[in-house]
């Protein structure tokens, strides 16, 4: 339902546009990749994948074999990734801008990094495998 309302928002409302205009940056600069092409890599093995969501939204739903470092821990654990792979960072989808931020941040530390497009509401929708670490209740 929240794709279809933002769905909606960005064909009739012109204000959508405006302040997608003015508050998100020029993504042109930072490569992204869709979701039929993270899969193929994740069947490669050849890339690691980064949620940068805060830890509660990782641990209720992610991308399996996403790494779980949060925006505003990324800077601080470079260290933990490897500069051998790929990194594709996500997060919430059209609208959140951890993952630009991310990509900024790797490839200015020499990282080759891109941005999944969709977000994780939006995996979920295409009907893509989710993991959870969440304790499911009976």
């Given at each position: 339902m929240w794709q279809a309302l933002r769905n909606l928002g960005d064909l009739q409302l012109v204000e959508v546009s405006r302040l997608v205009q003015s508050f998100l940056q020029d993504r042109g600069p930072l490569q992204s990749i869709n979701a039929?092409?993270?899969l193929q890599h994740m069947e490669a093995?050849?890339?690691v994948i980064l949620d940068v969501r805060p830890d509660l939204e990782y641990q209720s739903g992610h991308i399996p074999k996403a790494r779980s470092i949060p925006i505003d821990e990324l800077e601080s654990r470079l260290?933990?990734?490897s500069r051998r792979?790929?990194?594709i960072a996500?997060?919430?989808?059209?609208?959140?801008?951890?993952?630009?931020?991310a990509?900024?941040?790797l490839q200015k530390q020499g990282y080759r990094a891109?941005?999944?497009v969709e977000g994780l509401p939006d995996w979920k929708a295409l009907d893509l495998?989710?993991?959870s670490l969440m304790e499911k209740s009976e």
């Open positions: 039929a092409e993270l093995g050849d890339v260290g933990e990734l792979q790929e990194i996500y997060c919430r989808g059209p609208y959140c801008v951890f993952a630009d931020e990509v900024t941040l891109r941005r999944l495998p989710v993991e």
